[in-house]
Nanobody, 124 residues
Framework: QVQLVESGGGSVQPGGSLRLSCVVS????????IGWFHQPPGQDREGIAC???????FYDDSVKGRFTISRDNAKNTVYLEMKNLKPSDTGGYYC??????????????????WGPGTQVTVSS
């Protein structure tokens, strides 16, 4: 019954910006954390940002200062603002449902439900 659906991916030049969305249904974001994961082509999926039930956030060093995670609990939607994009940011982006623990970080085992992903391509 839990569903997560990403949108907002596309193609952009280096230095450009995108805004990804993750719409969550079946649960309330008042009770869960949400993470964003990046999977470069041919590589493993890695966590890049999360927002906890409390609203606090945590970022991987690779995106700190460039990406911002936020949410609108009334819309059950989580956003990822991506700025100063680099070619290494290319790949699939996935949102995932995490625990209510206020120390939620970016390990995949902390998450139990995943969206199908949206593609981002950063190239000249």
């Amino acid at each position: 019954q839990v569903q997560l659906v990403e949108s907002g991916g596309g193609s952009v030049q280096p230095g450009g910006s995108l805004r990804l969305s993750c719409v969550v249904s079946g649960v309330s974001l008042d009770d869960w954390g949400i993470g964003w994961f990046h999977q470069p082509p041919g590589q493993d999926r890695e966590g890049i940002a999360c927002i906890r039930r409390s609203g606090t956030t945590f970022y991987d060093d690779s995106v700190k200062g460039r990406f911002t995670i936020s949410r609108d609990n009334a819309k059950n939607t989580v956003y990822l603002e991506m700025k100063n994009l680099k070619p290494s940011d290319t790949g699939g982006y996935y949102c995932a449902l995490g625990s209510a623990w206020d120390g939620l970080e970016l390990q995949p085992y902390e998450y139990e439900s995943w969206g199908p992903g949206t593609q981002v391509t950063v190239s000249s």
